[in-house]
């Protein structure tokens, strides 16, 4: 530890080593089997056996095989700690500085950067320092590592309370308890937790707390910090006007403090007797033990002790009447007061520009997340409006597609209903009306371009006999039955309906009389020749065929029809099955 430290931060020094400790030492092996187990040993005696911390790393530098690559940043990271003992700070910091940049492990990083605080804090680099406590403070919940963090927590303790951030400092302190690593007491926590309230004034010698640290403490076999918690009880007892309890405490601790040899305690042991001393009357003790400080002293040391040790001094001897020695005191007071003031003014300043950057910080990073939450939004509104053109669009498809279906539906049924409404039910070919329509029509074109054609009207024969033998259904088997026969003899472009009950009628465009005759007669022959099974047994039946042609009737339907029923009147007068034209002179074509 340098010596500087040591005497600027006493109590701050001793414990921001000590924290990184675990009670017991481990035995070092002269052969190294296990690099990372050794490791871990060394650190463990680094403060409890320094001597061994230094032989264990000097062996861990020379003997050990190969190291992996965490070993070799946990040795440099043990090495740094090694070279601050040593006092060589600005070359430590640049270790440690090099493990928190380069080792890419969180519990050395956490562990490198405690001691960096530590020492920038000790060395006066405040800002440096605070602003490692924010990071740690931000890392806290990533480090998992119970020791590591027990040790991060520790440090950001002591810092708070060197920050005059007492509330804080013992929210870490509370937040040690909870993370004690294993072998670990609750002498640490409880005494970073005393002294937050001793510099908060917030304690009294009687307080219960201060005693319950200092039992732990001893029980842990930790008389150091059981030192530390005394001298505070001590000089409890001296401002509470109880200078003989401060002075007996005082001397029932010196044993241990001579033991131990720890430099911020012996020096501390006599400030605070020289103090006791005062209060109870007893000058020369007191100037006896304050000189015994100033010995301890190195030269133009800025301390607390310095001051109080120097205004002592100057006390006493104003009251013996020495001039000299008063004012020569009293110069010193004040130099160490200035000093002393300007260094708390110092940290306060340096934690403040450090908690208004990372308030600036905070600030933009709101503002930034802020923004990212603007644009996240932007960007779901967004994605709904696309969603929301989709949906619109498909609504809209699905709308187009059922009206399509629904008037496609409507078409067909029109189709259907015109379709049912030009065709016989029965047969499937023209009712009569639409017949009639079409013949009309047919006619009218025929008559411009002097085109000739043939009606035919046939008419089944007895078919009333055909239904009351075989039965109505029978009837319309041969109905059917006709319209199939006709339709095999027919053109496209003739018209083929169904004039009456078994009376139908054929127009022949484009057909001469002759021509009519003869489909006329392959009809009737087809009719005549082909039975339809009725019931079980064949049923023969025939039809009568009157036929007109334009050529002799003209192109009025009206005049056709009247001339080829006349010569169907004729053929079933004249005995049936057979086909008659209109012009009696042409005869009859006999079956
Ligand atoms: N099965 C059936 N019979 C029908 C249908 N329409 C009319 N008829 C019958 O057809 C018969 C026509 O008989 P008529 O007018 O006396 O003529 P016909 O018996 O054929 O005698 P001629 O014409 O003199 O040879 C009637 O008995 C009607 O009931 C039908 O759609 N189906």
Redesign the pocket.
């Known amino acids: 530890m340098p010596h500087r430290w040591r005497r600027r931060w006493p109590w701050l020094a001793w414990a921001g080593l000590a924290f990184c400790v675990l009670a017991e030492a481990a035995l070092a092996s002269s052969e190294i089997a296990d690099p990372g187990a050794f490791l871990e040993q060394t650190e463990r005696v680094r403060t409890t056996d320094h001597p061994r911390f230094v032989l264990m790393l000097e062996q861990m530098r020379s003997e050990a095989p190969e190291l992996t690559a965490n070993q070799r940043w946990y040795l440099r990271y043990l090495e740094a700690w090694q070279t601050a003992f040593e006092g060589d700070a600005p070359k430590a910091n640049t270790m440690l500085r090099d493990v928190i940049d380069h080792s890419g492990d969180i519990t050395l990083r956490a562990k490198a950067s405690a001691l960096l605080m530590h020492n920038q804090g000790l060395s006066s680099h405040y800002e440096e320092a605070f602003t490692l406590a924010n990071q740690l403070a931000t890392d806290l919940p990533e480090i998992k590592d119970r020791l590591a963090r027990f040790t991060v927590l520790a440090n950001l303790s002591q810092l708070m309370v060197f920050a005059g951030q007492t509330d804080l400092a013992i929210k870490y302190a509370s937040m040690m308890e909870e993370t004690l690593p294993p072998g670990e007491s609750l002498c640490n926590p409880l005494s970073m937790e005393i002294g937050a309230l001793d510099k908060s004034n917030r304690l009294t010698s009687s307080s219960p707390k201060l005693q319950e640290a200092i039992d732990t403490c001893l029980a842990a076999g930790q008389p150091v910090f059981a030192n530390t918690l005394r001298l505070i009880k001590s000089a409890l007892y001296r401002m509470e006007g109880q200078p003989a309890k401060a002075l007996e405490l005082l001397n029932s601790i010196l044993p241990s403090i001579s033991a131990n040899r720890y430099y911020p305690h012996v020096r501390s042991v006599q400030v605070q007797l020289a103090l006791a001393y005062e209060k109870l009357g007893e000058d020369n003790n007191a100037r006896k033990a304050a000189l015994a400080v100033l010995a301890m002293s190195g030269p133009g040391e800025i301390s607390e002790v310095q001051r109080e040790t120097y205004s002592l001094l100057y006390r006493i001897e104003k009251k013996r009447g020495n001039l000299n020695a008063t004012l020569g005191y009293y110069e010193q007071y004040t130099a160490q007061d200035k000093g002393y003031l300007d260094d708390i003014s110092a940290r306060s300043l340096a934690y403040a520009a450090v908690q208004q950057h990372v308030l600036a910080q905070k600030l933009e990073t709101e503002g930034l997340s802020k923004q990212n939450s603007i644009l996240r939004l932007q960007q779901a509104l967004d994605t709904k409006a696309v969603e929301t053109s989709r949906l619109y669009i498909t609504l809209l498809l699905v709308v187009l597609v059922s009206i399509f279906f629904w008037l496609l539906r409507i078409k067909r049924s029109q189709l259907r209903f015109k379709m049912l409404s030009h065709h016989d039910g029965?047969t499937g070919i023209f009712n009569h009306q639409h017949f009639v329509s079409e013949a009309e029509r047919t006619l009218r074109m025929l008559e411009k371009r002097h085109g000739s054609a043939c009606l035919i009207s046939i008419?089944?024969?007895?078919?009333?006999?055909i239904?009351d033998t075989h039965g109505?259904a029978t009837?319309?088997v041969v109905?059917k039955h006709t319209v199939a026969l006709c339709q095999r003899q027919l053109r496209p472009t003739d018209l083929f309906g169904r004039l009456g009950?078994?009376e139908f009628g054929i127009l022949l465009p484009d057909c001469t009389l002759d021509q009519g005759m003869a489909i006329a007669d392959r009809i009737r022959t087809a009719i005549e020749g082909t039975p339809v099974n009725g019931d079980g047994c064949l049923v023969a039946f025939s039809a009568s065929i009157g036929l007109a042609s334009t050529d002799t009737s003209g192109y009025e339907l009206q005049r056709l029809r009247k001339d080829a029923d006349a010569a169907l009147y004729r053929a079933?007068r004249t005995g049936?099955n057979r086909v008659m034209s209109d012009a009696e002179s042409q005869g009859l074509v006999k079956a």
């Open positions: 029965l008419d089944l024969d007895h078919f009333k006999q239904n109505h009837g319309d109905l009950g078994e079933k049936r």
